[in-house]
Structure formats: C-alpha cells, structure tokens
C-alpha cells in the first residue's frame, strides 16, 4: 500500500505561483510508478490536470492548463512536484497526488491506483 501526503497548497491571488509536491509517507518508492495531479474544484468533478511517466521524460497536461502548470519529478528524492504559475481563480479546488502502477500515466481517474487525501488550493480574483 503506498500512502502519499502532498503539501504545498494555500491562499494567493491571481496571477500568483504556487508549487505543489507529493511525496510516499513511510519508506516507499514511487520511482518506478508513473504520477498525477487531479483537482476537485467546488460542486465539480475530480479532473485530470497534469501526468508524467515513471522516469520524467514524458508529460501531459489538461487543456485549461497547458503553458502554466509543469509537472515533474525527482525519483532519487521520491517526490513529484505541481508548479503552478499564472494562477486563475477557476484552478481553486483541492488537489489530489496520484500514483498509476502501470507506469504510464492516464487521464482517467480509475487508471490510478493510489492517493492523497489533497491539498487545498484557494486563488482569489
């Protein structure tokens, strides 16, 4: 069982940045294991924002996102990590880290086999 803590969520305003990062609690290993982000925003779905493969090399991002959030990873320190720029207040919701066995990340929730318990992030206009 892997459990993921994430970290890094609060209060900006828009225009701000803000950097997500999700890490294994206890002593696991995430480096073999492809990654993703995922929102829940207010009354809304869980959606798919960013994936990366297990070694980094490849990306993928939601539409809504695309040119102002980067996804990326550190495998020799077990984190990924959700940078965040140009933040709107449509991109409120909580955020949730995501770890896919497979290796190759999807955009569906239900390709995923592990998760966070989310990270709160709130952009005022």
């Known amino acids: 069982q892997v459990q993921l803590v994430e970290s890094g969520g609060g209060l900006v305003q828009a225009e701000d940045s803000l950097r997500l990062s999700c890490a294994p609690s206890?002593?696991?290993?995430?480096?073999?294991?492809?990654m993703g982000w995922f929102r829940q925003g207010p009354g809304k779905e869980r959606e798919f924002v960013a994936g990366i493969n297990w070694s980094g090399g490849s990306t993928y991002y939601a539409d809504s996102v695309k040119g102002r959030f980067t996804i990326s990873r550190d495998n020799a320190k077990q984190t990924v990590s959700l940078q965040m720029n140009r933040l709107k207040p449509e991109d409120t919701a909580v955020y949730y880290c995501?770890?896919?066995?497979?290796?190759?990340?999807?955009?569906?929730?239900?390709?995923?086999?592990?998760w966070g318990q989310g990270t709160q992030v709130t952009v005022s206009s």
């Open positions: 995501a770890a896919d066995r497979s290796g190759v990340p999807g955009r569906n929730l239900d390709e995923y086999d592990y």
């Open positions: 206890g002593h696991t290993f995430i480096s073999s294991y492809a």
